[in-house]
């Protein structure tokens, strides 16, 4: 039971069957017992962070050091710098859970927190409560210590109604994590759902919201239903619909919110996990794509605007930094041209204006050339970068050179190409140059003005074969 003395403090009855209990350590001696969040906020300002560290240490690491362990010294302000990550508690505060469990959660999420190790460098926390309708409690910013954290959970206050935890993953997903709230560009972004029984709602798509996004979301399910229960769940198979990935890695059970301190160490060690969070890498952060533009004088001045108009509006669908997705432009007639490599420009802003400013060149035609030219000098040196290669070749006519073996080392050297053809562009030599399946790499138009429609199928495609890449 939960006990609230006059101050507003918040003590927990120990009760059989929770977690603090005395303990007894290697040495048989009796530690003092810690009530729940006496522990948890006895910190005052002038005491090091002791009895914070108390709160997440298991039993045996907490006994007297004799002295033969050297002590690993944490900057505490600077926080965990191993596991850097921008996450989202997202609490179930619906009628589902009722008050006391509701504290039991809070308690449990507390000491995720702490073991986290919260600091500017480490990982940032915020908090989302579901239940109607959700609500944003803090964000990433507004916190960067784990006793600040700890105190805005035990000041969060139960919402109840229903809990509609697909509403809130998906407004998670939306809100949460922008630049002015306080997310960090290239740090994998994590919502973990706490639940309760099961949704009231649809979860499929959130999840593929999240995806979208680029967040991994995890489920902590807690007090699965009973079969009895069953027929009241919307969807049955909703964990494996939300999760960034339906490989296990994502979901974690907990049969009950009494005592789950020994729940808490697995679980930040998977928040931890970094090389686990597949869903942070998106086709949208980790691509790079090269544009190979036709400046050949059948193009003429007009239609070339129209060209870099569609250049454009297919880079600014891409998050372009210097640790996300990367674009450069080459234009070629019998030579080639390089406008800008992918290393020039890291960012959104920088790139469309260097494709603003491209001057037409007139000339003749030579593809084969010019995808060679390419191959070798704009993506050579990404060749062992992280992220995947894209080429998008845009001509109006017949190339003066063989387009096939310069296309074939292309794509043999990881880089996967879309050919776009205009006018008097044939066709073989389109699919000659296009990826398999050449189908779907392969567009023409009769018009310039009919690059637009494309814009959404190409990046359409390009997201297509960096998941296909990924599986």
């Keep these: 039971g939960v006990i609230t003395n006059a101050g507003g403090a918040v003590r927990v009855q120990t009760l059989p ?4 209990y005395p303990a007894v350590n290697a040495n048989g001696i009796q530690s003092q017992v810690l009530s729940r969040w006496a522990s948890s906020f006895s910190v005052t300002a002038g005491t090091k962070n002791t009895a914070l560290e108390a709160v997440g240490r298991s039993v045996s690491t907490a006994r007297p050091s004799t002295g033969k362990r050297p002590k ?15 996450i989202a508690f997202l609490i179930d505060g619906s009628y589902n859970i009722g008050q006391r469990r509701f504290n039991l959660q809070k308690n449990f999420v ?69 630049l002015e709230n306080g997310a960090r560009k290239g740090i994998p972004k994590i919502i973990v759902v706490f639940l309760d029984g099961w949704p009231s709602d649809d979860l499929e798509e959130a999840g593929i919201v999240a995806r979208e996004f680029g967040v991994n979301v995890f489920i902590v399910s807690v007090a699965k239903p009973t079969t009895e229960e069953l027929g009241m769940v919307q969807d049955i198979g909703f964990v494996d619909k939300a999760v960034c990935r339906n490989n296990g890695f994502f979901s974690y059970q907990m049969p009950t919110w009494f005592g789950t301190t020994k729940y808490v160490k697995p679980l930040v060690q998977k928040l931890c996990s970094h090389e686990q969070m597949l869903c942070s890498k998106t086709c949208y952060n980790s691509v790079n794509i090269g544009f190979l533009i036709d400046g050949s004088s059948s193009v003429g001045e007009s239609n070339f605007r129209l060209v870099l108009e569609f250049v454009s509006n297919v880079a600014k669908a891409f998050e372009i930094s210097d640790i996300g997705s990367k674009v450069a432009a080459v234009q070629f007639t019998y030579n080639q041209r390089i406008e800008f490599g992918f290393t020039d420009h890291i960012t959104k802003e920088k790139v469309l204006s260097a494709i603003r ?99 959404p199928d190409i990046i359409r495609g390009i997201c297509k074969d960096f998941l296909d890449s990924k599986q």
């Design 357 to 455: 400013n491209i001057r037409y060149m007139s000339g003749g035609t030579a593809t084969g050339d010019a995808i060679s030219f390419i191959t070798r000098t704009v993506f050579g040196p990404m060749k062992d970068g992280p992220n995947k290669n894209f080429l998008i070749v845009l001509t109006d006519g017949q190339s003066y050179d063989d387009v096939r073996g310069p296309a074939a080392a292309a794509q043999k050297a990881g880089i996967t190409v879309f050919s776009v053809g205009v006018a008097w562009a044939p066709l073989d030599d389109l699919k000659d140059m296009a990826s398999e399946p050449r189908d779907s790499h392969t567009f023409f138009t009769r018009e310039f003005t009919g690059l637009e429609q494309m814009v």
């Design 17 to 20: 069957g929770q977690d603090n």
């Design 110 to 178: 507390g000491k995720v927190a702490v073991m986290l190790g919260i600091g500017t460098e480490g990982p940032h926390v915020g908090v989302v409560q579901a239940s109607e309708h959700p609500k944003i409690e803090f964000y990433l910013k507004n916190f960067t210590a784990a006793k600040e954290v700890l105190f805005a959970i035990k000041e969060l206050g139960f919402r109840g109604g229903n809990s509609n935890t697909g509403k809130a993953l998906k407004h998670t997903a939306q809100k949460f994590f922008s």
């Design 72 to 86: 690993k010294t944490v900057d505490k302000k600077a926080g965990n710098k191993d596991c850097k990550a921008d």
